[in-house]
């Protein structure tokens, strides 16, 4: 029997649960996933709280770092790990919520053309990158005065989708009390953690934004949905924001986003916020644009940019900082807590919840985002 097998054995024998996870926003529902898929049992904590990154998140997953046009942070070995992870859930449940598209990016200056050769010709970016034909961003009215490049190898994940048949199977299961834990009420022995009528080996916290964990720090994202009649795409465009076309929410409608704001971080949706996406839309297309909805979020990024994984004591481990790229992130990193915490493997220094880069005297990192 192996290790996984026989440490999952000898839990059942003596408490409730394997696991506890404290939050089921996008860090906590992958882990559960990932957990239970290697027959572990789980049960789950969680209420949903106002600025939630993971209520409102549009999904889009680039594996290109537009600001420089170079390959996100092990976006080669990531995105097949999401991929084949959110395909699985998605058969497994019966919907569709990973949806490969192209990303075009419009070039506003000759600057971005030359960029964008030169990742074209790099050996990590040129399998993600192209100058390929896209007819109906041609022919569309779009703003795109130097051409476009694509990303070829973009996607996005309905995460809404993806959470709420989640929390059906959890619920039908019995596996989740929908409820916030405060601190008083997690009780710790030496071998296991107690949440009420709830034992279990491990508890993972994975409560993102909502958290004074060292090393976060909470980025605000506000974002639109739109009609912008005429339109008609059927693909990502970006110049400056993404603009995600949405077609289950009603023709020519899209999302469009996201700001980032690093200060008064739960003040909610602000004018300033909206105008500054209307103007970034202006900057891509004249067609009329009609808000429909104005959202916001704080996402759980890290200083350094980089997750927060690891053991934090004898029967407790985190997983948070997964920051604006959480689906491409997330499956991998659950992956590799779970073999940390039950395997024994070795903990990655880059992700370690420990490492120097995350300590409060550390010094900032550059604030503009991947």
């Known amino acids: 029997m192996c290790h996984v097998r026989m440490h999952a054995f000898l839990c059942r024998v003596a408490y409730t649960d394997d696991v506890l996870i404290l939050g089921r926003g996008l860090a906590g529902a992958v882990l559960t996933e990932t957990l239970r898929a290697r027959g572990l049992r789980v049960h789950v904590f969680h209420r949903t709280r106002t600025g939630s990154a993971s209520v409102v998140a549009a999904g889009v997953v680039n594996p290109v770092v537009f600001r420089r046009d170079v390959l996100s942070w092990r976006a080669t070995e990531l995105l097949p790990i999401a991929k084949a ?81 989640q929390m059906e199977a959890l619920l039908q299961h019995g596996a989740l009390t929908e409820e916030q834990v405060h601190a008083e009420a997690i009780e710790r022995q030496a071998d296991h953690v107690r949440i009420g009528a709830h034992t279990a080996r491990w508890l993972v916290r994975c409560e993102g934004a909502f958290t004074g964990a060292e090393g976060l720090v909470p980025v605000k994202g506000e974002g639109l949905t739109v009609r912008i009649s005429g339109l008609r795409l059927t693909r990502m465009v970006h110049r400056s924001v993404f603009l995600l076309p949405m077609p289950s929410l009603g023709e020519d409608v899209y999302r469009v986003g996201a700001t980032f704001k690093w200060d008064n971080v739960w003040e909610g949706p602000t004018v300033q916020g909206r105008a500054w996406l209307l103007e970034k839309i202006a900057g891509i297309t004249d067609a009329p644009v009609e808000v429909l909805d104005h959202w916001c979020g704080v996402r759980p990024a890290s200083r350094d940019r980089r997750p927060i994984l690891g053991r934090t004591g004898a029967c407790e481990a985190v997983f948070n900082g997964l920051g604006s790229r959480g689906v491409l992130l997330a499956p991998w990193c659950a992956q590799h807590l779970a073999d940390h915490l039950f395997a024994g493997k070795a903990l990655d220094p880059e992700v370690s919840h420990a490492r120097p880069a995350l300590r409060s005297n550390a010094p900032d990192t550059d604030r503009v985002p991947e």
């Open 85 to 165: 992870f959110y395909t699985d859930f998605g058969v497994r449940n019966g919907v569709e919520v990973w949806h490969p598209t192209e990303l075009v990016k419009l070039f506003p200056s000759p600057k971005e053309v030359d960029q964008w050769a030169r990742a074209m010709a790099a050996h990590d970016t040129a399998h993600f990158t192209d100058r390929r034909a896209q007819p109906e961003v041609e022919t569309a009215s779009v703003h795109a005065p130097h051409g476009h490049g694509t990303v070829t190898q973009a996607a996005w994940l309905d995460v809404p989708m993806f959470l709420e048949k």
